[in-house]
């Protein structure tokens, strides 16, 4: 079964960085578009970024230019590179392949204080 595994969440203050982290189990993860997802206090959960299998990316303009999306095949792992960080931005962060069909993981915290 296919297994989701974020980490690297946690409390910081805005204008501060964070580094997020996808572990991914099982799955085709070469062959998927692979996204960060975010659910704020209140919301639905929402895609923010995607990275394709060639490399390239997609972000939501609500994060764009201030987070980066990356993939490291060989260790089937993706990351998201959080910097200039808003209260806002106060989420649970997943991963989760675009193709739909995986289960969603525990997610990360991110809170960022004003």
């Known amino acids: 079964q296919v297994q989701l595994v974020e980490s690297g969440g946690g409390l910081v203050q805005a204008g501060e960085s964070l580094r997020l982290s996808c572990a991914v189990f099982?799955?085709?993860?070469?062959?998927?578009?692979v996204g960060w997802y975010r659910r704020g206090p209140g919301k639905q959960r929402e895609l923010i970024a995607f990275?394709?299998?060639?490399?390239?990316?997609v972000y939501a303009d609500s994060v764009k230019g201030r987070f980066t999306i990356s993939r490291d095949t060989p260790k089937k792992t993706v990351y998201l590179q959080m910097t200039s960080l808003k209260p806002e931005d106060t989420a649970v962060y997943y991963c989760?392949?675009?193709?739909?069909?995986?289960?969603w993981g525990q997610g990360t915290q991110v809170t960022v204080s004003s």
């Open positions: 989760n392949s675009l193709r739909g069909g995986w289960p």
């Open positions: 099982g799955g085709a993860f070469s062959l998927n578009a």
């Open positions: 990275v394709n299998s060639d490399g390239s990316t």
